[in-house]
Nanobody, 115 residues
Framework: QVQLVESGGGLVQPGGSLRLSCVASKSFGVADTMAWYRQGPGKERELVATNQIGKGIIYGDSVKGRFTISRDNNRNAVYLQMNSLKPEDTAVYYC?????????WGQGTQVIVSS
């Protein structure tokens, strides 16, 4: 059973930066999909960024040019670098992994962007 442990969330002022990390509890090979989703207060969960083998990287329209997703397959980790943060980026962020036809979710990490 794979568990995903997230870290890096917190309170940041507008224009600031954060780097979210998601590390798996067990070693595995290259996952088919590693991604980040978020859910703001009263909103539906939305795709932030996804990295898929054979398809490359796709970003949600609202974060293009500001966020960067990256993998470290040797460390079984996925990261999200968030720059130029806006109040509307406030949400709980969840990492997502598709591995061997099974879906795994992180517990969520809170990001609050406020002055």
């Amino acid at each position: 059973q794979v568990q995903l442990v997230e870290s890096g969330g917190g309170l940041v002022q507008p224009g600031g930066s954060l780097r979210l990390s998601c590390v798996a509890s067990k070693s595995f090979g290259v996952a088919d999909t590693m991604a980040w989703y978020r859910q703001g207060p009263g909103k539906e969960r939305e795709l932030v960024a996804t990295n898929q083998i054979g398809k490359g990287i796709i970003y949600g329209d609202s974060v293009k040019g500001r966020f960067t997703i990256s993998r470290d397959n040797n460390r079984n980790a996925v990261y999200l670098q968030m720059n130029s943060l806006k109040p509307e980026d406030t949400a709980v962020y969840y990492c997502h992994v598709l591995l061997h036809r099974q879906i795994y979710w992180g517990q969520g990490t809170q990001v609050i962007v406020s002055s």
